[in-house]
């Protein structure tokens, strides 16, 4: 029995070995180790159940001795502490107890990794050889060969005696050691298993080297708890030397301010996303006729001399139909200098070739199948995660979100991506997603923010007219329209005056062209690279804006000479925080020495829009944990946070709620105040399903 200090610790790392990834779908920690300020490891280590992959706690008493290490830590420190937490949350729900946690003491390793090195690799042997200079990895390589042995002696038990296998020793008294439940991929307890699944079985050289009386000093009994003890002792030494740079470079209020982000996240995980399984059915069926119809129509228009339509990149067959049969021309080239057929070609041939002709219906046809195919294969991928509830036709999604997916602050999402829900017309994914029996959906999203930060930063006074202004001509609003009178000046201005005439009369054409300029412009297009000016199909067409848009041309020049002076580029200065210093982003350099020229911009930009959702998340975060905290409340969550969006699910009301959803817009707002910059958020109500608006 480990011992368990009754004095307050300094500082107490935690971490814990779980049977999975899919904590929701049954994974569990089986070892939870600690390592305290004087350097002493204690830890739990508990029994497997080999045919049902259960933890099996013997003595609840270990609860309550976890429970009191954490309690009596003033620091607790943790790589990824929303994933410890949810699966130590988990464990003692199962026993009937409730974990007490508190996130005002937690140190998170993993984003204070981002903070110091934002494009660098962040998993803990990574950073402790980066930082310590210590090479933990044969610890893991030990555990990973040791796991992989005592699988392949399961796997091989179902054709062997059981004399070859087990010796001297016993079999499971409920079944034989080849029944045993290995990881593996497809298993339904463990749906993010891909094919590398030994460290889901980390439980197994211990379990059975004791179902086999392997002898009390066999590597295999200690080879888990061993690897464990040296990350949360690693954890600990990492932390001080982060805790250490972090004070040195200034980013210690940076840093405070972004570990409030955790427990915001962890209670958005905590409620999952509602999906109705009736408009699955009903979305997916549509979308497999669909796809099917689109597939034999395009097998047609070529007079079948293509067999399949590949649903990624270009075959052989394909590229005969398009450049052979069709006679198409492709406006850019692959890396190894091939005619490419991207999205952006694609677009390309939809935008200029004749209407009607057997070409552009091939195309349209090309792009709407690929599209539902690749609609059908996350539909698969959200039916894989599902869990029921209490009502028979609504589901739970609990994915994950990552803070420190990305190289900028925006978040990456997996198991299942939500980043990837569609909201295009023909294949909006969002109509399974929606509130359960007795509650409503409602979604806030910034507008034009990522236009908006840069406009207001650099006085850039034609942009910000298009905010301060939306009803007046001649851009009513539309950064759009505002660079078609720059690039296409002879077609643009005989229509100004008039909402919405250009756009209708060149909807598929000009304006579209003028929209995909602006979305490539956005995302980093660089002057001279030829991207933009060939989205907008005309030579010259980015320099023309640049030129008409000096302030935000000098900001673009003044990001880029910081980043390549610097190695990296900082969001804008977030007044509450530290008025002088903004988020460090680092921009990767090129073999010759520069930083790539689409970076700077973008990352600043990307960065300080994400600065102000995560400030937006943890202020709604608090102000529903007020709600919920009130007696008999009926419970106010956020659900969702997609890119500049997030989603709410409320007691059904309507119009009653319009009190509590004025705020989350007011709380998301406030980010604008934080960093100079005036926001707006839109609000719009789903009490059926996320892809529907009703007025209120």
């Keep these: 029995?480990?011992?368990?200090?009754?004095?307050?610790?300094?500082?107490?790392?935690?971490?814990?070995?779980?049977?999975?990834?899919?904590?929701?779908?049954?994974?569990?920690?089986?070892?939870?180790?600690?390592?305290?300020?004087?350097?002493?490891?204690?830890?739990?280590?508990?029994?497997?159940?080999?045919?049902?992959?259960?933890?099996?706690?013997?003595?609840?008493?270990?609860?309550?001795?976890?429970?009191?290490?954490?309690?009596?830590?003033?620091?607790?420190?943790?790589?990824?502490?929303?994933?410890?937490?949810?699966?130590?949350?988990?464990?003692?729900?199962?026993?009937?107890?409730e974990l007490h946690w508190d996130w005002g003491k937690v140190k998170d390793t993993l984003?204070?990794?981002?903070?110091?090195?934002?494009?660098?690799p962040h998993d803990l042997t990574s950073m402790a050889m980066e930082y310590l200079s210590a090479d933990v990895q044969p610890y893991e390589d030990g555990m990973e060969e040791a796991v992989k042995e005592a699988k392949q002696l399961v796997q091989q038990a179902s054709s062997?005696?059981?004399?070859?296998?087990?010796?001297?020793?016993?079999?499971?008294?409920?079944?034989?050691?080849?029944?045993?439940?290995?990881?593996?991929?497809?298993?339904?307890?463990?749906?993010?298993?891909?094919?590398?699944?030994?460290?889901?079985?980390?439980?197994?050289?211990?379990?059975?080297?004791?179902?086999?009386?392997?002898?009390?000093?066999?590597?295999?009994?200690?080879?888990?708890?061993?690897?464990?003890?040296?990350?949360?002792?690693?954890?600990?030494?990492?932390?001080?030397?982060?805790?250490?740079?972090?004070?040195?470079?200034?980013?210690?209020k940076i840093y405070d301010a972004r570990m409030k982000l955790p427990a915001a996240i962890s209670a958005t995980e905590w409620k999952g996303m509602t999906v109705s399984k009736s408009r699955f059915e009903e979305l997916y069926n549509r979308l497999v006729e669909?796809?099917?119809?689109?597939?034999?129509?395009?097998?047609?228009?070529?007079?079948?001399?293509?067999?399949?339509?590949?649903?990624?990149?270009?075959?052989?067959?394909?590229?005969?139909?398009?450049?052979?049969?069709?006679?198409?021309?492709?406006?850019?080239?692959?890396?190894?200098?091939?005619?490419?057929?991207?999205?952006?070609?694609?677009?390309?041939?939809?935008?200029?070739?004749?209407?009607?002709?057997?070409?552009?219906?091939?195309?349209?046809?090309?792009?709407?199948?690929?599209?539902?195919?690749?609609?059908i294969g996350y539909l698969e991928s959200y039916r894989k995660y599902w869990l029921p509830t209490d009502d028979p036709d609504t589901m739970v999604i609990y994915s994950s979100l990552n803070p420190t997916g990305t190289d900028t602050l925006r978040f990456s999402s997996e198991n299942p991506n939500e980043q990837q829900i569609s909201k295009q017309e023909d294949v909006n994914l969002r109509y399974i997603f929606g509130p359960g029996p007795g509650r409503e959906w409602w979604a806030l999203d910034y507008e034009n923010i990522e236009?908006?930060?840069?406009?207001?930063?650099?006085?850039?006074?034609?942009?910000?007219?298009?905010?301060?202004?939306?009803?007046?001509?001649?851009y009513f609003g539309s950064y759009h329209l505002m660079n078609a009178s720059i690039i296409y000046p002879d077609l643009f201005w005989p229509l100004a005056e008039k909402k919405g005439e250009f756009k209708q009369r060149y909807a598929s054409t000009w304006y579209q062209w003028c929209k995909n300029f602006g979305f490539a412009c956005q995302y980093g297009a660089v002057i001279g690279s030829g991207t933009a000016d060939r989205a907008a199909h005309k030579p010259g067409a980015q320099d023309l804006v640049a030129a008409r848009l000096t302030e935000h041309s000098k900001l673009t020049k003044r990001m880029t000479d910081q980043a390549n002076k610097q190695g990296y580029v900082e969001t804008l200065p977030d007044?509450?925080?530290?008025?002088?210093?903004?988020?460090?982003?680092?921009?990767?350099?090129?073999?010759?020495?520069?930083?790539?020229?689409?970076?700077?911009?973008?990352?600043?930009?990307?960065?300080?829009?994400?600065?102000?959702?995560?400030?937006?998340?943890?202020?709604?975060?608090?102000?529903?944990?007020?709600?919920?905290?009130?007696?008999?409340?009926l419970g106010y969550y956020m659900v969702s946070q997609i890119h500049d969006e997030i989603v709410i699910d409320l007691?059904?009301?309507?119009?009653?709620n319009l009190p509590i959803v004025s705020k989350v817009k007011e709380l998301m707002e406030q980010s604008g105040d934080d960093i100079g910059v005036p926001l707006r958020?839109?609000?719009?109500?789903?009490?059926?399903?996320?892809?529907?608006?009703?007025?209120?």
Excluded at 210 to 222: I, Q, S
């Design 651 to 656: 007691p059904s009301g309507g119009k009653s």
């Design 681 to 696: 958020a839109s609000i719009s109500y789903h009490p059926s399903n996320w892809a529907v608006t009703e007025s209120i």
């Design 575 to 633: 007044k509450t925080v530290d008025p002088k210093k903004g988020y460090p982003l680092l921009c990767t350099r090129s073999r010759w020495g520069g930083v790539t020229p689409t970076v700077p911009l973008s990352y600043h930009v990307q960065g300080t829009a994400m600065w102000c959702t995560m400030k937006a998340m943890i202020r709604v975060s608090n102000y529903f944990g007020e709600l919920n905290s009130q007696p008999n409340s």
């Design 451 to 474: 236009l908006r930060i840069p406009a207001y930063e650099s006085n850039e006074k034609v942009m910000i007219d298009l905010f301060e202004k939306p009803n007046d001509p001649p």
């Design 111 to 120: 984003l204070a990794g981002h903070l110091l090195a934002s494009n660098h």
């Design 160 to 252: 062997k005696s059981k004399k070859e296998i087990v010796g001297q020793g016993h079999l499971f008294e409920d079944g034989s050691i080849d029944q045993w439940r290995v990881a593996k991929k497809g298993l339904p307890e463990m749906p993010s298993a891909k094919e590398k699944v030994w460290k889901y079985d980390c439980w197994l050289p211990k379990q059975l080297a004791e179902e086999l009386n392997y002898p009390a000093d066999h590597p295999w009994r200690t080879v888990t708890a061993e690897y464990a003890n040296s990350d949360s002792t690693t954890t600990l030494a990492l932390w001080k030397r982060q805790e250490k740079l972090i004070k040195e470079r200034g980013l210690q």
């Design 1 to 97: 029995m480990p011992r368990i200090p009754n004095k307050k610790l300094t500082m107490l790392s935690l971490d814990t070995e779980t049977t999975g990834l899919d904590l929701h779908h049954g994974a569990r920690p089986f070892l939870v180790t600690f390592c305290d300020d004087l350097g002493v490891n204690l830890w739990y280590e508990w029994s497997v159940d080999p045919l049902t992959r259960n933890v099996t706690i013997r003595d609840v008493q270990d609860l309550f001795n976890i429970q009191k290490l954490i309690d009596n830590a003033d620091i607790l420190i943790l790589q990824n502490a929303k994933f410890d937490y949810a699966g130590l949350r988990l464990l003692f729900q199962d026993h009937g107890l």
């Design 290 to 375: 669909e796809a099917d119809d689109l597939h034999q129509r395009c097998l047609r228009l070529a007079d079948h001399e293509i067999e399949s339509l590949p649903v990624n990149g270009c075959s052989n067959s394909l590229k005969h139909v398009l450049f052979e049969k069709f006679k198409l021309t492709s406006p850019k080239k692959t890396p190894k200098g091939m005619p490419s057929t991207d999205k952006f070609v694609l677009d390309h041939w939809l935008a200029t070739l004749p209407q009607r002709s057997r070409p552009l219906l091939f195309v349209q046809s090309l792009r709407g199948y690929r599209r539902r195919k690749t609609a």
